[in-house]
Antibody
Framework: QIQLVQSGPELKKPGESLKISCKAS????????MQWVKQAPGKGLQYMGW????????TYADDFKERFVFSLETSASTAYLQINNLKNEDTATYFC?????????WGQGVMVTVSS | DVVLTQTPVSLSVTLGDQASISCRSS???????????LEWYLQKPGQSPQLLIY???NRFSGVPDRFIGSGSGTDFTLKISRVEPEDLGVYYC?????????FGAGTKLELK
């Protein structure tokens, strides 16, 4: 069955970096793009952007153009989200999701806490 | 960017009631290919969002037929007939017509 399995929770200090993984299984990884969604504590969903899994080309929403990097390891059917120079406002749960007819499959989310 | 305005912010219902959620877009969501990429998601407490409806009115696999999406252009509605306990949570509309894609702020469906 189709699954997106994300890495575990992270606790980081401001200024540090992290890399979250999203491992896909049950389908051909490069047949579908991968989207990323942020959810701050108690808040709604925020679209971050997507990566073309065939070309590796990322597209970022405006709020995520500076310190955020989408990347791939296609041999491992894995997408990554890297956040550099972490800030307190990056504290959130980050989801990967597969876009097809809608975002039909989602990862379980990674809770990231940024605190000094 | 496209702004999606969801109303109401919260909705209190009795089990078995009908619920209706509105999603209004700041611009038409009809794409140049003729399709309208307006989707609805439900996020239950502590869970990832789950797809309910895509392209305005198409139910995703396994979604009960009590979920009905409708609308066109800038005005869209999700109706839930006969609300059941597993329907409680926060509903989001999402547009994938105009880049950057955007979510509505959410509507919390709770028991009266």
């Amino acid at each position: 069955q189709i699954q997106l399995v994300q890495s575990g929770p992270e606790l980081k200090k401001p200024g540090e970096s992290l890399k979250i993984s999203c491992k896909a299984s049950g389908y051909t990884f490069t047949d579908y793009a991968m989207q990323w969604v942020k959810q701050a504590p108690g808040k709604g969903l925020q679209y971050m952007g997507w990566i073309n899994t065939q070309t590796g080309k990322p597209t970022y929403a405006d709020d995520f153009k500076e310190r955020f990097v989408f990347s791939l390891e296609t041999s491992a059917s894995t997408a990554y989200l890297q956040i550099n120079n972490l800030k307190n406002e990056d504290t959130a749960t980050y989801f990967c999701a597969r876009p097809y007819s809608g975002l039909d499959y989602w990862g379980q989310g990674v809770m990231v806490t940024v605190s000094s | 960017d496209v702004v999606l305005t969801q109303t109401p912010v919260s909705l209190s219902v009795t089990l078995g009631d009908q619920a209706s959620i509105s999603c209004r877009s700041s611009q038409s969501l009809e794409y140049s290919d003729g399709y309208t990429y307006l989707e609805w998601y439900l996020q239950k407490p502590g869970q990832s969002p789950q797809l309910l409806i895509y392209e305005v009115s198409n139910r995703f696999s396994g979604v009960p037929d009590r979920f009905i999406g409708s609308g066109s252009g800038t005005d869209f509605t999700l109706k839930i007939s006969r609300v059941e306990p597993e329907d409680l949570g926060v509903y989001y509309c999402f547009q994938a017509t105009h880049d950057p894609y955007t979510f509505g702020a959410g509507t919390k469906l709770e028991l009266k």
